[in-house]
């Protein structure tokens, strides 16, 4: 299941097909390719680059897969019981003060 005709091949940026180990790169639509396995390489994922070591699992995929672009955030609520062993001492402190 290849999204490009089977007589156009894969894509792959000009930039790329001269690879070398530890190169860094910009194309994140560039397929990749055998010849590719092996390398160390650092993808651009917007900000910073991220380095990612190429097996051939990834053959066939596209850089950008493997660089997220996105942070990840935490979301989950901590409850009561896991805070009691940072010093808080329930009641007191944290409220509003009186008068």
């Known amino acids: 299941m290849s999204p490009r005709s089977k007589w156009k091949g894969p894509f792959v940026d000009e930039a790329v097909k001269a690879i070398v180990d530890g190169a860094k790169i910009y194309s994140r639509r560039s397929t990749i390719l055998t010849d590719f396995v092996g390398f160390m390489v650092q993808i651009h ?3 910073t680059f991220l380095g990612v070591k190429i097996t051939e699992d990834m053959v066939g995929h596209k850089f950008g ?3 997220c672009t996105r942070k990840i955030k935490n979301l989950r609520k901590s409850s009561g019981a896991s805070n009691q062993g940072k010093g808080a001492t329930p009641g007191k402190g944290g409220g ?3 008068k």
């Open 45 to 47: 994922n917007g900000k």
């Open 65 to 67: 897969e493997f660089a």
């Open 96 to 98: 509003a003060k009186k």
